[in-house]
């Protein structure tokens, strides 16, 4: 086997998952501004305009076509990639559910941001929790390197999967700061992804008279595609494995299963978190540690499927301290997916870093000292 | 290009056993449709009585490729489906098949969208002139002073003139049709499907429970649709405008009939007054009076 040069160079996140599509070599593209997702779509412009990239570029006139450019792209059998954030995913929210339901394996990249108002352009994560009920797959990358090696897994993920993904990277402090990654060469992608299956999730082709989405005789007909959804859910946590473990053969880089373990071999208490923060998070595990304080950390890769089994684990703790970067009258989604799968480990939710509040290392390591001395109620708002 | 209907192919594009109601304007216009492009389209069809006509899964009385999607999104569907087809090398024609409601309205930043981008569509935009799935409530395509269910008392607002909107946009081709005159939509069809970009056509189809008429009578108050001059039809073919027969005779006013034989067979207008029908009647002058501006 030949040796393949593997190519590291300084990106910011939006670019290392510009520079993942353009790999995947998507039949078409449907491009929509909005800050601080625009980033995206303009490189893949660029790309496309430079003769790099044969994709169709469909510049649309709002993110609910963007969505059903992409919807309709996917169903004719083409590889299809939109990219969007906060205001932009509600906007497209109902193709967002017709997508999923369809069995459409479109790939979005969501940069995400706060939903207003008032308008504020800074990280937070309502918008990509939104896709929680939709059927999507949901995975939230850690870093710059995960942005671009997730990108590209979510096309297999999709295309075997007959699933849309989203692919979510925080506002600014992933989509705009550079990281020097590791390219995967080409030739390896070229192997790593086989080419698209024109018949998923149908074959929709003149002459051929199949009719997808008219009423049904039966609602269970309805209801039973419906709970084929949530099979595939679970199906596709063993499939986000093999993907992971055949892309790690390839490049060197593999990531587990849907959870990150961090330290908790030996923990007492567990941090949870999603994103980019999850770095800082560890970085306050250490320092706790330093101090003798048995502490762990579990970065959710996956939101969708929901990695119930992982997290079941978590009931071997004493204290989860479950940080959310979004906020819903009944609390914070994490912290309420957690506590539903628990029986046993005290939770305790704390939100922070909502509408882009600033909320670092030393954010962490105060606040779990503080969840873990009694300090706080069951929702804890740090603002 | 002459031809004769019965002279066409024979297969059944539209089976018996629809979901359609007796007498339905729409099924004519799709059947004709069928036997223009059946073989070389997909069916794109947002909500509408489109969708409950095909009948119930996992049957289909719609012999042709269909994707139902939401309500607005048809024209950008369509053009993802044209886009995919052309970097996967598939021949035929993305057609969205589409209600005036779904058009008009809440999918018209679509529709307008696709035809800036000149999006390689072909849209049939059968126009039944309101809400007819969820009950006859008004949509913007709905005729001043006719009765809907949420017109109580006629509506007091004009109908918009989309085709005439796309045609000033600059779409390659975009005409009107009337299922009174199926070798006329044939032809339009046949056309559109030569053009490469963005073509509308914009497809007059009576319906007899939505417009309180006698299922008898469809292709009649179709046809006295254009003899009365309400409805008008022309093509606009990449910078050319031109009425097609028989509305060319219909452009002096002395030639039409009588605007209230095309109200009285109506329900929906059965509330008019002389005076308002006389007012309809100037407004129909008005609307030749335009389309005369973009004949010159
Ligand atoms: C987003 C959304 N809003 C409302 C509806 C309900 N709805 C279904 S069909 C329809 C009316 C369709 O009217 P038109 O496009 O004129 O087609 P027609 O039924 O007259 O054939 C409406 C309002 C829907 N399906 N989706
Ligand atoms: S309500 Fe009107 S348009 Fe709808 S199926 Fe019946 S006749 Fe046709
Ligand atoms: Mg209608």
């Known amino acids: 086997m030949k040796t393949l040069a593997t190519r590291k160079i ?36 660029e790309f496309v305009e430079r003769g790099e990239l044969k994709s169709s570029f469909v510049n649309v006139e709002s993110e609910f076509s963007a969505m059903s450019v992409v919807y309709g792209a996917a169903m004719a059998g083409a590889r299809a990639f939109t990219a969007t954030s906060s205001h932009g995913l509600l906007y497209m929210y ?18 995400t941001r706060t939903i207003g108002p008032p308008w504020n352009i800074h990280v937070e994560h309502n918008d990509i929790l939104t896709l929680r009920d939709t059927g999507w797959l949901v995975a939230m990358a850690g870093d710059v390197q995960e942005a671009f090696d997730l990108t590209l897994q979510a096309f297999k993920i999709a295309e075997f999967a007959v699933l849309p993904m989203a692919v979510g990277l925080d506002g600014f402090i992933l989509s705009h700061s550079t990281e020097p990654i590791e390219l ?22 003149p002459g051929v008279p199949v009719t997808f989405g008219n ?12 709970a084929a959804l949530y099979n595939a859910h679970q199906d596709a946590k063993e499939l ?3 993907v992971d473990e055949e892309y790690g053969k390839l490049t060197g880089r593999s990531y587990g299963g849907l959870v990150e373990w961090y330290k908790c071999e030996d923990a007492k208490y567990v941090v949870v978190c999603t994103g980019a923060w999850c770095s800082d998070g560890k970085a306050a595990v250490d320092r706790l540690r330093a101090r003798g304080m048995p502490v762990g950390l579990a970065r959710l890769r996956f939101l969708r499927p929901f990695p119930a ?42 939100i922070a870093g909502i509408a882009g509040v600033d909320f670092d290392v030393s954010g962490f390591y105060e606040t779990v000292q503080n969840a873990i001395g009694g300090k706080y109620g069951e929702v804890e708002f740090v603002i | 290009m002459t031809f004769r209907l019965d002279q066409l192919p024979k297969k059944k594009y539209v089976l018996p056993g629809n979901a359609a109601c007796a007498g339905c304007g729409m099924m004519i216009g799709l059947r004709v449709l069928g036997m223009a492009l059946g073989e070389e389209v997909v069916l794109i069809v947002p909500a509408s009585c489109s969708s409950v006509v095909q009948g119930l899964a996992p049957k ?56 800036e981008r000149n999006s390689d569509v072909i849209y ?83 319906c007899p429970p939505g417009w309180r008429f006698d299922p008898a009578k469809t292709v009649e108050v179709a046809r006295l649709a254009v003899e009365t001059g309400v409805w008008i039809l022309w093509e606009y073919d990449r910078g050319a405008f031109r009425l097609n027969p028989p509305s060319t005779i219909y452009r002096d006013r002395a030639k039409r009939r009588p605007l209230a034989d095309y109200i009285k067979i109506q329900g929906r207008f059965a509330h008019l007054s002389d005076e308002e029908v006389r007012f309809i009647e100037e407004e129909v002058e008005a609307k030749w009076q335009r389309i005369a501006k973009f004949l010159e």
């Open chain 1, 184 to 205: 995967t060469p080409q030739e390896v992608v070229d192997e790593f992804l086989p080419p698209r299956r024109f018949d998923v999730p149908v074959a929709f082709r």
């Open chain 1, 309 to 350: 089994e992982w997290l079941r684990r978590l009931d071997l703790y004493d204290v989860v301290i479950v940080y959310d970067r979004d906020i819903t009258p009944a609390g914070g989604v994490l912290g309420l997916e957690v506590k539903s799968v628990l029986s046993r480990a005290k939770v305790i939710n704390i």
């Open chain 2, 60 to 115: 289909s009385s719609i012999a042709m490729p269909v994707l139902n999607v939401p309500f607005a999104s048809a024209a950008a569907v369509a053009t993802g489906i044209s886009e995919a087809f052309k970097a996967l090398g598939v021949r035929g024609h993305a057609v969205v098949w589409a209600g005036d409601g779904s058009t008009v309205d809440i999918g018209f930043a679509a529709v307008s969208g696709a035809a």
């Open chain 1, 240 to 242: 986000i494995r093999r």
């Open chain 1, 94 to 111: 109902e193709v967002v559910w017709w997508t999923a339901l369809s069995r459409a394996p479109v790939v979005m990249a969501v940069v």
């Open chain 1, 10 to 45: 300084a990106l910011t996140g939006n670019y290392a998952v510009a520079h993942a599509v353009k790999m995947a070599k998507p039949h078409v593209i449907a491009a929509y501004p909005i800050t601080p997702q625009t980033s995206i779509v303009e490189k893949l412009s």
């Open chain 2, 124 to 206: 049939v935009m059968y126009d039944n002139e309101a809400y007819m799935n969820t009950g006859i409530q008004r949509s913007g395509s709905t005729p001043k002073y006719a009765w809907t269910s949420t017109t109580p008392v006629g509506k007091r607002e004009q109908k918009k003139d989309v085709a005439l909107m796309l045609a000033v946009q600059g779409a390659p081709y975009v005409a009107t049709a009337n299922i009174a005159y199926p070798q006329d939509f044939y032809r339009k069809l046949k056309r559109a499907a030569e053009i490469p970009g963005f073509k509308f056509i914009h497809l007059y189809a009576p």
């Open chain 1, 215 to 226: 009423l049904p005789s039966d609602n269970r007909i309805h209801a039973r595609h419906k």
